[in-house]
C-alpha cells in the first residue's frame, strides 16, 4: 500500500489514462472563451483539435487558476481517510496555484490533526512538469515515505529541462512574451523562437531559429548539452505539442537516434487546454532529467 496519496493539476499536461493507471487524483484549472468557463478537464469536453481551430481562427481563452476550495474537495475525501497527501503545483512563476495549494493544506492540517498535506512548486509546466510527477509516482510505488519523495521532488525539480520552440508566434504576440513588430517580422522570415524554463519556473528566450527543421535540432542539441550522461541518457523524455503532431514526432525520432539508452520511448501529449491557451498551435516542447537549471 501506498504510504501517501499523490496529487498535482491537470496542467502537467499528460493524458487521462496516465492519471488513472498511476493513481493520481488531480485538480482541474479553467480557461474561457466568450464569457463561457470551461475546465481543463484533459480534453473531455473538446478536443485538441476543436480547442485549437478555435485559437487559430481568432479565439482568445484566458484562465483561471485552482482555488483553494477546489484543492480542499480534492483532498478533504483523502484526509478523512486517513491517507497523507503530497501535491505538485504548476510552477510559481506562470500561477499562483502554488499559493493557494498551501492555504487549503494549512486549512485541512488544522481541520485534521495528524494529517499532513505537503506542497511542491514544480518551477515546471505541461510535461516537464508531469514528468516530475511521473518520477514522485515512481518512488511512491517503491514505497518512500511522504517525507522522502517530498524530499526528492524539492531536490530535483530543477533537474527537469523544458525546451520549446514555436511555428506560430501569433499567442506569443497576444501574450506580450514577442513584441507585435518582431512577431510580424519573426513569421515573415519564419523564425522559430526556441525558449527554456529557467531556475524560477519562468519562460525564457534563448535564440531565434530560422525554420522549424533548424528549430527541432537546436532543442535536441540542449538535450545532448544538459541531460544526464550526455548522448548515453538513460532516463525518461517526453513531448508537448499543440495541433502540429508532424513537428512533434520529427524531434522524437531525432532524440531516439540520438540518445538509444533512454529509458522506453518518448512519448508525445498533447499540451492541454490552460498552457495551450498561452502558446496557441505550433509549439513542440522537449523534456528531460538533466543538469540543475540555471538562470
Known amino acids: ?5 499523490l496529487t498535482c493539476c491537470s496542467t502537467a499536461d499528460r493524458p487521462r489514462d496516465f492519471f488513472e493507471s498511476r493513481g493520481i487524483p488531480y ?47 480534492l483532498w478533504e475525501p483523502i484526509v478523512a481517510l486517513g491517507s497523507d497527501v503530497l501535491h505538485i503545483t504548476l510552477s510559481s512563476g506562470l500561477s499562483g496555484a502554488y499559493n493557494s495549494a498551501c492555504v487549503a493544506a494549512a486549512q485541512l492540517e488544522e ?15 505541461s510535461s516537464g512538469y508531469g514528468m516530475l510527477v511521473d518520477y514522485v509516482a515512481d518512488l511512491r510505488d517503491a514505497g518512500a515515505s511522504l517525507d522522502k519523495a517530498y524530499e526528492w521532488a524539492l531536490a530535483h ?56 527543421g533548424k528549430a527541432a535540432k537546436d532543442v535536441v542539441a540542449r538535450m545532448l548539452e544538459h541531460a544526464e550522461g550526455g548522448a548515453a541518457y538513460a532516463g525518461k ?9 508532424e513537428d512533434a514526432e520529427h524531434v522524437r525520432d531525432l532524440v531516439e537516434a540520438q540518445f538509444p539508452a533512454l529509458a522506453g520511448k518518448v512519448t508525445i501529449n498533447d499540451i492541454g487546454t490552460v498552457i495551450g491557451s498561452h502558446t496557441g498551435p505550433g509549439t513542440v516542447a522537449l523534456f528531460f532529467m538533466g543538469d540543475t537549471r540555471g538562470r
Not at 500500500?1 to 496519496?5: R, S, V
Request: glycine share 10%.
Open 1 to 5: 500500500m501506498p504510504t501517501f496519496t
Open 27 to 73: 485538480a482541474c484549472f479553467h480557461w474561457n472563451e466568450g464569457g463561457v468557463d470551461h475546465l481543463d478537464d484533459l480534453y473531455q469536453s473538446i478536443s485538441p483539435e476543436s480547442f485549437y481551430a478555435a485559437v487559430k481562427a481568432g479565439g482568445e481563452p484566458t484562465t483561471s487558476q485552482v482555488g483553494v476550495g477546489e484543492y480542499l474537495e
Open 111 to 125: 481541520a485534521y490533526p495528524g494529517r499532513r498535506v505537503r506542497v511542491v512548486d514544480s518551477l515546471g509546466a
Open 157 to 212: 525539480r530543477l533537474n527537469v529541462h523544458h525546451w520549446f520552440f514555436s511555428t506560430d508566434l501569433t499567442s506569443y504576440i497576444r501574450g506580450g512574451r514577442v513584441s507585435r513588430v518582431s512577431g510580424f517580422v519573426g513569421t515573415a522570415l519564419r523564425i522559430c523562437p526556441v525558449l527554456n524554463m529557467n531556475d524560477e519556473g519562468k519562460l525564457i528566450p534563448r535564440d531565434k531559429i530560422r525554420t522549424k
Open 237 to 245: 523524455c517526453a513531448i508537448s505539442m499543440s495541433a502540429c503532431r
